[in-house]
C-alpha cells in the first residue's frame, strides 16, 4: 500500500465556535497527561520506562511504515487514528500491562468512564468521532481495527527486540506473549510482520526489505530522548519530541474541521508524526533561542544530512515517499502542509502558558515576538484558532511585563 493510499479521516466540515475551540483546548490539555502514564517497557536505550504518548506515537509511526503490508481493505490513515487515540483513557484507567492479571471487567469500567470523561470534554460532534474511532479500535471488528490492534499488540515486543541489551525477565515476558499470548492471536492478520519479530526474537535470518523497516523504527525511537524547551503541562519535566509528536498529531485530528476543504488532514497528520524525526541526529533548536543566518543554515544542514541517513534507511520507494511526507511539511506551500505548521506553532503555547511562562520565561519573549514567530504561521492555517489561543495568553503577557 503506497501512501496515496493513505484515505482521508471522516471529519466536521463546518466551523467552529470559539467556545467550541475552548473545549477542545480543555481536551488537549488534560490529553497531556497521558505522557505522565508510565507502562511497563522500557526504551530501546534502556535509561527509562516509556510513557503511553511516546508509545502511541511510535506505534502509530509503525502503522505508517508497515502499511505495505496491510490488506486492500485495510484504511491506514483510520488505523493511525485509532493508534493516535487508543491509550487516552489511561489517564484516568492506568496502563494494564499484558503479564499481570486483571479483571477485564473492572478493566472495561474504568476505560468506560475515562472515555466519558476525557471525549465528553469535546463538543459534541467532535466528541462522538473521536469516541468512535476509540471503540473502534476497542471492538476489533473490522480489517482496520484488526491492523491497528496488530501493531499495538507486536510493538512492545519489537522495542525490547529492538534494544541492544536484552534483559532475561522481559525476554520471557515477550516470547510468552509471542507463543501464547495476545500478540499469537494476530499472526493471520500481520502475518509477515509477526514472523519477523518471532525470527528476530530466536536470532534466525530474516526478510531484508522488513529489516530495514525495522531498522529505521529503531532508530525513531530515539526521539523519545530529544528534549525539547517546554514541559510538560504538569511542569515536571521538559517535553520530548516524540511525545510531542504525538501530541501534535491528536491536535490536528481534534482540530480537522478548522482546516480548509481542500486539506487532507490524513496527510497532516502523516506529517506530523515524522516532522521531528531529523532530531534525533540533529536535535532540537528552540524557536526562540538566539538565532542567527549562521546558525539557521548550520540547522538546514544538519536536519537535510540526517534525513539522507534516516530515510536511507527503508527501502527505497518508501524512504522516498516518507521523505517526500517531510520535505513538503518543511516546505509549508502546500493546504496540508500550511494546516500543520499551524498546528506544531500553536501546541507549544499551551504548553507555556499553563507553566506559567515556561520556555518564554527562559528566552525573555514578548508578546510581539509570539505574534510574528508563532501567531503569523498559526493563523496562516487555523485563521479561527489564534484569536482564542491569543485572547488565553494576553494576561500573562500583560501580568509579567511582556506584552511588547
Not at 166 to 172: F, G, H, I, S
Amino acid at each position: 500500500m503506497s501512501q496515496s493510499d493513505l484515505a482521508t479521516p471522516d471529519v466536521m466540515t463546518a466551523n467552529l465556535t470559539a467556545p467550541d475551540i475552548e473545549h477542545c483546548l480543555s481536551f488537549l490539555i488534560e490529553a497531556d497527561a497521558l505522557k505522565s502514564v508510565l507502562r511497563a517497557n522500557q526504551l530501546m536505550d534502556r535509561t527509562r520506562f516509556e510513557n503511553s504518548a511516546e508509545h502511541s506515537w511510535h506505534a502509530a509511526l509503525a502503522a505508517l511504515i508497515y502499511a505495505p503490508l496491510a490488506g486492500a481493505d485495510v484504511d491506514i490513515a483510520r488505523a493511525i487514528e485509532m493508534l493516535i487515540v487508543h491509550d487516552l483513557v489511561e489517564i484516568d484507567a492506568g496502563d494494564h500491562p499484558i503479564h499481570i492479571s486483571h479483571d477485564p471487567a473492572s478493566v472495561r469500567a474504568l476505560e468506560d468512564a475515562a472515555a466519558d470523561r476525557l471525549f465528553g470534554l469535546l463538543p459534541a460532534e467532535i466528541g462522538t468521532r473521536l469516541r468512535s474511532t476509540w471503540e473502534a479500535f476497542e471492538a476489533m471488528d473490522s480489517p482496520t481495527a484488526l491492523y491497528a490492534k496488530s501493531i499495538d499488540f507486536l510493538t512492545p515486543a519489537l522495542q525490547s527486540i529492538g534494544a541492544p541489551e536484552q534483559l532475561d525477565e522481559e525476554r520471557a515476558i515477550v516470547e510468552a506473549n509471542l507463543r501464547q499470548g495476545r500478540a499469537s492471536r494476530i499472526a493471520p492478520n500481520l502475518p509477515a510482520l509477526f514472523e519477523f519479530t518471532l525470527a528476530s526474537f530466536e536470532g534466525r535470518a530474516t526478510d531484508p526489505v522488513m529489516q530495514a523497516r525495522f531498522d529505521f523504527w529503531c532508530e525513531a525511537d530515539r526521539l523519545k530522548t530529544v528534549l525539547r524547551a517546554t514541559p510538560i503541562m504538569d511542569g515536571s519535566r521538559p517535553e520530548n519530541s516524540g511525545e510531542h509528536s504525538w501530541h501534535v498529531a491528536l491536535w490536528a485530528l481534534t482540530f480537522a474541521p478548522l482546516a480548509e476543504k481542500n486539506v487532507d488532514i490524513a496527510r497532516v497528520i502523516s506529517m506530523l508524526l515524522l516532522h521531528d524525526i531529523v532530531e534525533v541526529d540533529a536535535g532540537d533548536h528552540p524557536i526562540h533561542g538566539h538565532v542567527t543566518p549562521e546558525a539557521l543554515a548550520a540547522q538546514d544542514a544538519a536536519e537535510q544530512a540526517a534525513a539522507d541517513r534516516l530515510f536511507g534507511l527503508l527501502p527505497e520507494g518508501e524512504g522516498a515517499a516518507l521523505r517526500a511526507i517531510w520535505e513538503e511539511f518543511e516546505a509549508a506551500e502546500t493546504p496540508a502542509a500550511i494546516f500543520g505548521k499551524s498546528i506544531d506553532r500553536a501546541q507549544p503555547v499551551l504548553h507555556n502558558l499553563v507553566n506559567d511562562g515556561g520556555s518564554w520565561r527562559v528566552y525573555s519573549v514578548t508578546l510581539a515576538q509570539i505574534d510574528t514567530r508563532v501567531g503569523v504561521k498559526v493563523a496562516r492555517g487555523a485563521p479561527a484558532l489564534w484569536p482564542v489561543i491569543r485572547e488565553r495568553i494576553t494576561p500573562w503577557f500583560a501580568a509579567n511585563a511582556l506584552a511588547d
